[in-house]
């Protein structure tokens, strides 16, 4: 069992950067693949970046290449999302999910656990 908690979201400029964070506990977090998602209002959660418990594979939708980077801290219990150049249309909830093992994959039904979600609304 893992708990997570989404912190870093808020209101910015096109062109600006956030970070958020997702912070685990309840278990061995290193031994969980996570992945970024985001939902905006009356469409789909998407995914938008995921990296393995072993921190040595990525996954990033088409959407964000280029301008988000993943990144985990292990010792810290921590996954990192970077985003850069913001865009309006980036503008979501924006959720960390966890799975035990497996590679960065960008489907939510392979997720087992969810954190509550963190704004992000991008000002054009």
């Known amino acids: 069992q893992v708990q997570l908690v989404e912190s870093g979201g808020g209101l910015v400029q096109a062109g600006g950067s956030l970070r958020l964070s997702c912070a685990a506990s309840?278990?061995?977090?290193?031994?969980?693949?996570v992945g970024w998602f985001r939902q905006a209002p009356g469409k789909e959660r998407e995914s938008v970046a995921a990296?393995?418990?072993?921190?040595?594979?990525?996954y990033y939708g088409d959407s964000v290449k280029g301008r988000f980077t993943i990144s985990r801290d292990n010792a810290k219990n921590t996954v990192y999302l970077q985003m850069n150049s913001l865009k309006p249309e980036d503008t979501a909830v924006y959720y960390c999910?966890?799975?035990?093992?497996?590679?960065?994959?960008?489907?939510?039904?392979?997720?087992?656990?969810w954190g509550q979600g963190t704004q992000v609304t991008v000002s054009s």
């Open positions: 309840g278990s061995i977090f290193s031994n969980y693949a």
């Open positions: 999910a966890a799975r035990r093992f497996g590679p960065p994959s960008s489907e939510k039904s392979e997720y087992n656990y």
């Open positions: 990296i393995d418990w072993t921190r040595r594979s990525t």
